[in-house]
């Protein structure tokens, strides 16, 4: 795959001058998250019908110039599912996207199950996406020749994908729909998951342990994240989280137990093994009246008729996306049902005011929403 690769701010400049009279480009990121503690942005890609360009943002230092391509709507940008994308590249460059073309969303409304760009690429195209760097450590310099052919290719095809996919949204007259979501997605910003006081409450398996375990996993997190953020190298590569929590159900009391845990690797046990076990320590000296607990669930008050008629809505969504030939998640959430079935909008103007409700699906499912609810 040719490309030219973008590792000065003068070369930057320049590319982004070039640019700027293309009508579409096809665009990726990728990140180091899968290996490192700080998931960076580490290489973008562009490419246009003909080029295809990696841009190098640890070389560089400061991606700004790309701000007001990224910008003009009247430069169409082609990503494949650009939700992670558009979060970082707010997070590291503080670049928004305008004028959004995603694949995945496009596909989705032409009723395809398996979303990932490989199996669109080739439903589409006949054409098989190499996949041996998808989990490469994309922070490495100097990036290998087969991670960056592999990187030029992500993008290579999409603006012929997107032409494939535009002219069938618009054959079945859904084009409009899919912009509708487009324009959506745009608005995508970084943001925090939660607190990360309770991170740990949010490890698989910790519903499983008791407030005392709970305690010792709250420890053992703690000082996961800190070894992590010291060896930038991702959490699961420190410690697993199915070992954590095995270390808070049957907390290990000398070296020789900790390094019989499963799946706590070998230098952990030798070299840290003082530290986790001072973790596991604090955890069980935790005053009982300290002790973590998952906050109350919330409950609802049951109310028969709205459970009647969110069972009566998803049955007409299940009715209606067969129809369409969309997954019925898709096209309407379960949650956006029983919050329709809690309002019980009369019209399509009711309808509309519900936050979570979109143009589109009111075209395609309102009337039989507002026939289901009132006969």
Excluded at 51 to 77: C, H, Q, T
Excluded at 253 to 260: H, I
Aim: charge should be negative.
């Amino acid at each position: 795959m040719d490309y030219e690769y973008i590792d000065t701010p003068e070369a930057l400049q320049s590319l982004v001058h070039r640019l700027g009279s293309e009508s579409l480009l096809g665009v990726d990121t990728e990140a180091a998250g899968y290996h490192r503690y700080f998931d960076r942005l580490s290489l973008v890609q562009v490419s246009t019908r003909e080029r295809n360009y990696l841009i190098d943002p640890l070389a560089i230092g400061d991606l700004s110039a790309l701000g007001p391509l990224l910008a003009d709507e009247l430069v169409e940008k082609i990503f494949h599912d650009a939700d992670y994308d558009l979060r970082i590249l707010d997070r590291d460059e503080g670049l928004a996207v305008a004028g959004l073309f995603d694949t995945q969303i496009a596909a989705a409304f032409l009723g395809a199950r398996s979303l990932g760009l490989g199996a669109i690429v080739e439903a589409y195209l006949g054409i098989s996406l190499p996949k041996a760097y998808q989990r490469a450590d994309w922070a490495e310099r100097p990036l290998t020749e087969g991670m960056k052919d592999y990187a030029a290719t992500d993008t290579a095809h999409l603006p012929e994908l997107r032409d494939r996919l535009r002219a069938d949204l618009a054959a079945k007259g859904r084009l409009e729909w899919a912009q509708e979501e487009f324009r959506r997605r745009e608005e995508t910003r970084w943001g925090e998951n939660g607190d990360a006081r309770e991170a740990f409450l949010r490890v698989k398996g910790a519903r499983e342990l008791t407030p005392r375990g709970l305690a010792v996993l709250r420890e053992l997190h703690a000082w996961r994240e800190e070894v992590a953020r010291e060896r930038d190298q991702a959490t699961f590569r420190v410690v697993g989280n199915p070992s954590l929590i095995a270390l808070s159900l049957r907390p290990p009391e000398n070296p020789g137990e900790l390094a019989g845990v499963q799946g706590v690797p070998q230098w952990v046990a030798e070299r840290r093994g003082k530290e986790v076990l001072a973790a596991i320590r604090r955890g069980l000296a935790v005053p009982e009246e300290e002790l973590p607990r998952f906050p109350p669930s919330r409950r609802w008050e049951r109310d028969p008729e709205v459970e009647a008629r969110s069972e009566q809505l998803r049955q007409t969504r299940n009715r209606v996306a067969e129809a369409l030939d969309l997954d019925p998640g898709f096209l309407i959430s379960r949650a956006v049902l029983d919050e329709v079935a809690r309002r019980n909008p009369a019209n399509r103007e009711e309808l509309l005011a519900i936050p979570e409700i979109r143009r589109w699906q009111v075209e395609a499912i309102g009337d039989e929403i507002l026939r289901t609810l009132h006969g």
